[in-house]
């Protein structure tokens, strides 16, 4: 059975900096690409960035390029989110899911978030 859990949210001022990580349970964590997805208050899910198996290519939504960097450590079964620069609007519950920018929807396995909030 596929477990998520993400950890590492918090309370940070804008232009601050958190890493996020989840941590995988219960299926083959390097045989798959995996996503973070937020939910801003009041919004739906939105994807943020994805990873493939090896880690060797990421990707990421037009709003947080060149501020957040996805890893991931096979090993560990770990994957990670890197947030630098944070805006206000990047507050929101953010997951990691299965699965890339185009498959996470249908495979429909994401943890129960760890809560961001950017205020000053």
């Known amino acids: 059975q596929v477990q998520l859990v993400e950890s590492g949210g918090g309370l940070v001022q804008p232009g601050g900096s958190l890493r996020l990580s989840c941590a995988a349970f219960?299926?083959?964590?390097?045989?798959?690409?995996m996503s973070w997805v937020r939910q801003a208050p009041g919004r739906g899910l939105e994807w943020v960035s994805d990873?493939?198996?090896?880690?060797?290519?990421?990707y990421f939504a037009d709003s947080v390029k060149g501020r957040f960097s996805i890893s991931r450590d096979n090993a560990k079964n770990t994957l990670y989110l890197q947030m630098n620069s944070l805006k206000p609007e990047d507050t929101a519950v953010y997951y990691c899911?299965?699965?890339?920018?185009?498959?996470?929807?249908?495979?429909?396995?994401w943890g129960q978030g760890t809560q961001v909030t950017v205020s000053s």
């Open positions: 990873i493939n198996r090896n880690g060797g290519s990421t």
């Open positions: 219960g299926f083959t964590f390097s045989t798959y690409a």
């Open positions: 899911a299965l699965g890339d920018r185009r498959r996470w929807r249908d495979f429909g396995s």
